[in-house]
């Protein structure tokens, strides 16, 4: 099984007779689906997203009931309506939480996830997510500090797991233009990494990254099975690319790993280090 | 010390050799060859260093109810289950609540200890969370702990300690050992190929290991992965007498089919498999080997 780390760490903030303790999990299976070969185009930017794919969880719902907006304070700050989806992520060793995304007055998105306890067909606990891990809605665990027991439990139906919640899967080439190193001219570089997208914005997977000096010689890559091609005038504007392979469609896992700091309480922040 | 036990009995499932113990007559055809690579080395151990290990048990029972395969499975769904005789335990009497029973162990092969989460007196004892793990001794036998050791390595397979240091005696009293119950169950796909029927190719697939004993509020649970053909055979886990439970078929959603087979289909996949790593092997190395391909001409770019 390929792991890819996804980083997190604290800023240097926090009192130093706290403890830290890091811990690693790995996410619920990933499915990237299947895309197509053939996409090309130049780059013109230092950066340039050169494949995109669905990706889901592997299990999907959808609500028959709708979920009512809690009346009590909290980080969830609507309900859902019946015909919404959710994602599944894997809870205990043998229990399914199922997710979705709300935008909440006071903190950006957040993720409310749901159980079904007692195997009846209808979620009947609402549990917090906490933050998703870089951002990526899929990577979360679902938290047992602030359980709350639905009023009214929502009955619920899987559908099939690739027409449930989706974020892309991407592959982002980079190119490093040439430059003077201690008197010394080195050559442009380019570099393939697969990632997610989120609201646009690339969080890339710095273990699944391949680079390669860039001449005026084609450069094959390969990233997680898929293969882009590049070629031409290393510069931007000349430098052109093609996918000859995309990625295939996979099960993956990822390795996330977070780091507590205990003082009275468990707390964990992930935060995204830049490359 | 659940850890040592569950890595002990996945061991003897999974490769099917390398067993602690001598396997009792009644078990026939057991596979003998490792199916599995080695695990990882321990951190190196210096000479003189203190390994504690699992005291002897009796070997676990499967409980094998023939009539419950073939059949399909759902993630977290049992696919064998085991009793076991738990360890001699001891409690000391002024323990806090945050520490835990202490079970026993065997030091360099032969001295009788006993760990768990514990502090060396109770006004030691934090008042929040659990204890460190630590070891005990009654060197002279009165029904007190009089030696610690401090555990300064605890892998999956043992612990390595620092020598004993005497402390205050602590009363300890005897517990009936607990009766722990392992089970195996699916825990879904890992990573592999999605076919175009929703089935999973070739990678692999997660068992979960759960054991729970008495008093116990949560099991403990240890995952374990299994390698799978494209074919969606899985490598197969022996429980005795001929008889393997192989997994096939995995789901991208989290199903799977179990049944039981025999010796010669479970070496079979586990030759397969076992062919496809070393061609994996190869493919790397004479990838790192190829030379560069051929430069070509720029496609004309498009205004």
Known sequence: ?275 | MRSLFIAALSTVLVAGASVAQTPPASQQGTPTSPVLPPPPPSPATPPDALIAIPAPTPRPVPMVDVSRYPRDLERGDVIIEYSAPGLPRRTFGDASGAETALEQMTLNGSVEIYCGAAAESEALAPADGKPAIACFSDDDHDGAADHIYTVTNNDSRQMTLAPARAITPRTWDEQPAAERRISFRYGGPNSGNVLANGRMGEGTIEIQIVMVADEQEHPFVSPRSLPCLEDGRCLALSVGNGRNIMLSAPTVEGAVHVQLVDDQEAQRVRTAILARRATEVDDKNADAAAPQPAPTSPPATTP
């Open chain 1, 1 to 275: 099984m390929r792991t890819w780390l996804a980083a997190a760490a604290f800023a240097a903030l926090w009192p130093a007779f706290a403890a830290a303790q890091t811990t690693s999990q790995l996410s619920t299976p990933v499915v990237i689906h299947a895309g197509e070969a053939g996409g090309e185009g130049v780059i013109t930017v230092r950066t340039t997203i050169v494949q995109r794919q669905r990706a889901t969880t592997i299990r999907s719902v959808a609500l028959d009931d709708a979920i009512a907006t809690p009346t009590q304070s909290g980080r969830q700050a609507q309900g859902f309506a019946a015909g919404e989806q959710l994602f599944g992520i894997y809870d205990e060793y043998n229990s399914w939480a199922y997710c979705a995304l709300r935008r909440s007055w006071w903190s950006g998105d957040t993720l409310t996830c749901y159980e079904d306890t007692d195997n009846d067909g209808k979620l009947d606990l609402a549990l917090p997510s906490g933050a998703p891990f870089n951002g990526i809605p899929f990577f979360v665990f679902p938290e047992r500090r602030e359980t709350r027991a639905l009023q009214q439990p929502a009955r619920f139906h899987r559908i099939p797991y690739a027409e449930g919640p989706a974020i892309e899967a991407a592959l982002q080439a980079e190119l490093i233009d040439s430059r003077r190193v201690h008197g010394v001219m080195q050559p442009a570089r380019i570099s393939l990494q697969f990632g997610f997208l989120v609201n646009n914005r690339f969080v890339g997977l710095n273990s699944l990254t391949r680079t390669s000096d860039m001449t005026t010689e084609p450069v094959t890559l390969e990233v997680d099975g898929s293969r882009v091609e590049f070629s031409g005038t290393p510069e931007r504007g000349s430098l052109h690319y093609r996918v000859l392979t995309p990625m295939p469609a996979r099960i993956e896992r990822i390795l996330l790993r977070r780091t507590y700091v205990r003082t009275t309480s468990y707390t964990y922040i992930p935060i995204y280090i830049p490359r």
